[in-house]
């Protein structure tokens, strides 16, 4: 049964700091790319944005509005990957989900967490 659990969603201040986790079980977690996304209040599925990604290989990719900010890792014998936040700003406020990507030829499998929730405010 595949899983994909995302934790470490919470209240923080503008310039503060969080580390969220993805915890993935049930697929060979090493042969996928892993990436955040995010959704903003009020937009649907359709507009989330991708924030960072981390190829099987190590090989990362940042939105430019997170470059110097952002930190995404992944530790392939635990299955979980990760996402270092920093200098935070009310502008990132969204629920943020995991998802891991493997193309096959033609044909590609895709599993997304349920997200978590990061709120930067005052």
């Known amino acids: 049964q595949v899983r994909v659990v995302e934790s470490g969603g919470d209240l923080v201040q503008p310039g503060g700091s969080l580390r969220l986790s993805c915890q993935a079980s049930?697929?060979?977690?090493?042969?996928?790319?892993m990436s955040w996304f995010r959704q903003g209040p009020g937009k649907g599925r359709e507009d989330r944005e991708l924030?960072?990604?981390?190829?099987?290989?190590?090989?990362?990719n940042y939105t430019d509005s997170v470059k110097g900010r952002f930190t995404i890792s992944r530790d392939n014998a635990k299955n979980t990957m990760y996402l270092q936040m920093s200098d935070l700003k009310p502008e990132d406020t969204a629920v943020y989900y995991c998802?891991?990507?493997?193309?096959?030829?033609?044909?590609?499998?895709?599993?997304w967490g349920q997200g978590t929730q990061v709120t930067v405010a005052s």
């Open positions: 049930g697929f060979i977690f090493s042969a996928f790319a």
């Open positions: 924030v960072a990604g981390i190829s099987p290989y190590g090989t990362t």
């Open positions: 998802n891991a990507e493997r193309r096959m030829g033609s044909a590609t499998m895709g599993y």
